[in-house]
């Protein structure tokens, strides 16, 4: 009986030890989940303002690393100027559980883009022979230039690291605005023209905070 009695005791002064040794406690739960976040961007394209519209969707760890992929496509574009990218999407965020927050984000991939070029040629002017003294004298050949524009399509590696601000709308929604920088290279056009800097606007659902 002395020995139940013993047992007893021990067991019910065991939380008030360890609270003297250490204080409670803590049990925090890790924030994982799913998100998806649709969003326009402006950016230069062929040094003219164009809109790309699209959105990128992954996986949340612990309120702070996302995982996921993501693609664009031109929305103002036409037969003779496209383009399309898309890749592997990492973010870092800040701030997560505040109202403002912040967060890195960056795309990794390819794409495609279709642009017109201007090309000038010198084509030679068929003219036929003179006959002097019973003899075919050919005259000095004369060329004609012709301007005129094609199509070319080229695919090409995308790099595009982008900072965002992030705006608390709801437990699982966030307006987000950012600024970013598109880098592209491609094996047969001066990059220029598919590079550009980039605006960001869209919203965040989910992630699990």
């Excluded at 390819?110 to 068929?126: S, Y």
């Excluded at 690291?161 to 709801?170: G, T």
Aim: glycine share 16%; hydrophobic share 40%; aromatic share 10%.
């Amino acid at each position: 009986m002395r020995t139940s009695l013993l047992a007893a005791t021990l067991v019910l002064l065991a939380p008030l030890t360890c609270a003297a040794q250490g204080g409670p406690m803590i049990v925090e739960r890790v924030e994982n989940g799913f998100l998806a976040a649709p969003d326009v961007k402006v950016t230069d394209v062929d040094h003219r303002t164009s809109e790309l519209v699209g959105g990128y969707a992954g996986w949340v760890f612990d309120q702070t690393v996302f995982v996921g992929g993501g693609g664009y496509w031109m929305a103002n574009g036409s037969n003779d100027r496209e383009l399309g990218y898309g890749g592997l999407v990492l973010q870092w965020f800040g701030r997560s559980n505040n109202r403002f927050g912040w967060g890195l984000k960056g795309l990794i991939g390819g794409g495609t883009g279709t642009l017109t070029d201007t090309i000038t040629e010198q084509v030679p002017i068929a003219t036929p022979p003179l006959i002097v003294n019973g003899r075919a004298v050919f005259p000095p050949t004369t060329f004609r230039t012709i301007t005129a524009q094609i199509r070319t399509h080229d695919d090409f590696f995308v790099a595009e690291p982008e900072a965002d601000v992030r705006i608390k709308l709801a437990k699982h929604a966030r307006l987000t605005a950012g600024v970013g920088y598109r880098f592209a290279g491609a094996e047969h056009r001066d990059t220029n023209r598919l590079s550009g800097a980039v605006g960001s606007l869209g919203i965040q659902f989910g992630g699990g905070f």
